[in-house]
């Protein structure tokens, strides 16, 4: 996966700074000082070669045509394109950087020896850049945005396949330093084609499925001053398949802490360090059926040569016997009484926890480790089916 970050996060600075003209070492309209930060910026975030077309407009409102910014990243070059970008409401800080009321983007483009991007339009609200002295290649560092939306996506990967997605969203709000205290992100249609060639995919196909259509969303908070992370939702579902739903309130999420994991990037030791010392308040993880339970049960009870009513009833028999290594007998009635329930009536499975008081990451991993069956009693596990 790391192979395409470096060029990814070049994307998103070309969008966001989306102009680039030569030096102009005495430019005196704010429109001419904005651009040419944005050029010196592009640069040193990696920029190889940068061209453009017409610019049209004055300092409240103007359009670059046709920027073209070629980079090169792990050996690997990309070019990104832009048909037209609207800077509206631009301003030079008093850091050195730029900010923006609004940058639109309209036809983008980005391809490179492991895949292309296209995009119909980008809109960025209230930007927010730094000075080019302080942009560190490779990542977007002192960078701020309201909301981003893009539209009318298409992806190709490598091997020639095409996902296209309908639009992603995200927004961050009220933040320390670069960090936000509130942030959402949004993704809809996310359209997979289930390619009958490939063998890895023939036990999906089988189920009834030639394509997965697939939405997604997150949203939450964090409280630097309790420390207290709030991940309210994080959602992702495809049509005719299911939702998953998973919640979590995580303690310890200090700004210094957050400033350590930053620092500990590169450094996994030093990172599950700091996640040990980290707390558990409230989790819960919940199915929603839309047939893909069912699908299975119709599948595997063919396979055995009985309906689908005998096949679950077979399985709920075998169910004690499968939760017993868990060792611990009142949540394995727990399960049992939750599951068989499900497979009566496939439409939701829910296993939420909330300890008596925060646990922290370290305790739970060494029981995990050391004395399994008293996981569900430390952090007050309950499994419900169907609510």
């Known amino acids: 996966m790391s192979r395409p970050l470096r060029p990814s996060r070049l994307v998103v600075a070309s969008l966001a700074f989306g102009v680039a003209l030569p030096s102009l070492a005495w430019a005196e309209s704010t429109r001419d000082k904005v651009l040419a930060i944005s050029t010196q910026s592009l640069k040193a975030n990696g920029a ?3 061209t453009w077309g017409k610019v049209d407009g004055d300092d409240a409102r103007f359009s ?3 920027l073209k910014i070629v980079s090169e990243a792990e050996g690997k070059i990309g070019t990104m ?4 970008t609207t800077w509206t409401g631009a301003a030079v800080t008093p850091e050195g950087g730029i900010s923006a009321d609004e940058v639109a983007a309209e036809g983008l483009g980005f391809e490179s020896d492991d895949a292309k991007i296209k995009a119909d339009r980008m809109v960025l609200t209230k930007y927010r850049g730094p000075s080019p002295d302080k942009v560190v290649p490779g990542k977007i560092s002192g960078e701020r945005i309201d909301q981003a939306t893009v539209t009318g996506i298409t992806f190709t990967s ?11 969203s995200f927004s961050a709000t009220d933040y320390v330093g670069d960090t936000p205290r509130k942030a959402a992100f949004e993704l809809k249609g996310l359209v997979v084609p289930l390619d009958p060639h490939d063998s890895d995919l023939e036990q999906v196909r089988a189920l009834g499925y030639e394509k997965a259509t697939i939405d997604a969303s997150f949203s939450g908070t964090w409280d630097d001053k309790t420390g207290r992370l709030a991940i309210s939702s994080f ?8 939702t998953l739903k998973i919640a979590a309130t995580i303690g310890g999420v200090t700004p210094e802490v957050v400033d350590a994991m930053k620092k ?7 990172q599950m360090e700091l996640l040990q010392g980290l707390t558990v308040e409230a989790l819960s993880l919940r199915w929603d059926d839309a047939s893909l339970t069912g699908r299975v049960l119709d599948r595997q009870a063919k396979d055995q040569g009985v309906d689908t009513k005998t096949y679950a009833k077979q399985l709920k028999l075998l169910m004690p016997a499968m939760l017993s290594m868990i060792g611990n007998k009142d949540f394995e009635k727990k399960v049992a009484g939750a599951t068989g329930s499900f497979l009566d009536s496939p439409k939701s499975l829910t296993v939420s926890a909330r300890p008596k008081a925060p646990v922290p990451f370290g305790q739970l991993m060494g029981a995990a480790m050391a004395m399994p069956q008293t996981l569900p009693a430390v952090l007050g596990v309950e499994v419900v089916a169907n609510d």
């Open 158 to 168: 490598e091997d020639g396949k095409t996902f296209p997605v309908a639009s992603a």
């Open 235 to 242: 959602t992702v579902g495809a049509a005719d398949m299911g």
């Open 64 to 66: 670059v045509a046709d």
């Open 81 to 84: 394109t832009v048909a037209k």
């Open 264 to 270: 500990a990037e590169a450094d996994q030791t030093k």
């Open 48 to 50: 190889k070669d940068v």
